[in-house]
């Protein structure tokens, strides 16, 4: 058993949290504690937000979402890509408690932490293929969160351009299709090539659904998901499926912003509502995690790595 297979065995998380509780959590305990990665994603400005592993994605949607990939994992199509869940920091443009939360980076900051910090998993995913396809997942609104900062990124060009530069210098944007359920972003040179395709999940049936706290149930989610990918499948080879949820808690915790890389999922919504995914149990998912410890072991960048 190497490290990173010990990493969040011994983890036990609290009773369900209240609002007090967000303080520091349990699974901000174990990380600051345990975290292997120890990376930072620096902004233009400065900035500065911590790339850590987690250990506990909560129990909405972005645990849901995690059980989703871990599920791909029986589907003959998907033998072979690489799936994993990531954590992204809210920022002051998130929602009205965000905006008050001097913690917190402007939008811009944090776009651009976010764009190296996806552009680390390029590397590493794409780097010894000529042509590789990767899907990033996104999510919108929901109660709290008005302004998604994940939909922001994937909706914002001038960072997945960003983020392919960083993976690769001699990329250049080649051209960007509309699919039914998703954007294709295509790079090229070099004699390689990188599409991402980018699409956002919702989470209810409109936006004032959503923010009103009237959701999907989860196998309603699970199948848009499944929906959202058949158009990229039809293109082409899909290498990797990089889904990224917003760490709302984190707008009450006055702390350095935190991207996490999740390492397993206990895959039930709050609510109780269990779907084809749930599971009580905490569930093993490494993929991705093992993906940034090859960053790290690389350390040429876009992140920096501290020692440990």
């Known amino acids: 058993m ?17 609002v007090a509780d967000h303080g520091i959590r349990s699974g901000d305990r174990y990380v600051a504690q345990h975290d292997l990665l120890r990376a930072v994603a620096t902004a233009a400005s400065g900035a500065e937000a911590d790339v850590q592993l987690g250990v506990d994605p909560g129990t909405f949607y972005c645990a849901d979402q995690l059980a989703n990939l871990i599920a791909l994992a029986g589907e003959p199509a998907f033998t072979g890509v690489v799936t994993g869940f990531i954590h992204v920091p809210p920022d002051r443009a998130t929602g009205p408690a965000a905006a008050a939360a001097a913690h917190l980076h402007p939008r811009s900051d944090g776009l651009q932490q976010c764009a190296r910090v996806v552009a680390a998993a390029l590397r590493e995913l794409s780097e010894e293929t000529s042509n590789t396809t990767i899907v990033l997942t996104a999510f919108g609104p ?5 302004d998604n900062p994940t939909a922001a990124f994937v909706a914002d060009l001038a960072s997945l351009d960003a983020a392919a530069r960083l993976a690769a210098p001699e990329l250049t944007l080649a051209g960007r299709e509309q699919l039914t359920t998703a954007t294709l972003h295509r790079y090229a040179g070099a004699s390689r090539t990188l599409t991402l395709a ?3 999940l919702p989470l209810a049936a409109t936006a004032a659904d959503a923010l009103a706290g009237r959701y999907f149930d989860t196998d309603t989610t699970a199948a848009n998901f499944h929906r959202a990918l058949a158009p990229v499948l039809a293109v082409g080879r899909t290498a990797a499926i990089i889904s990224l949820g917003v760490d709302s808690g984190q707008v009450l915790r006055p702390a350095r912003p935190a991207f996490r890389v999740e390492t397993q999922t206990r895959g039930f919504h709050h609510d109780g509502r269990r779907g084809r995914t749930a599971s009580d149990d905490y569930r093993r998912h490494l993929e991705l ?5 090859q960053a790290r072991a690389r350390g040429d960048g876009p992140l920096r790595f501290l020692r440990r």
Do not use: H, M
Request: hydrophobic share 50%; no cysteine.
């Open 2 to 18: 190497d490290d990173l297979d010990a990493y969040g065995r011994d983890y036990v998380p609290q009773a369900p949290a209240a």
């Open 142 to 146: 929901f109660a709290g969160v008005a």
């Open 198 to 200: 980018t699409t956002v």
């Open 289 to 293: 995690a093992r993906v940034f410890l």
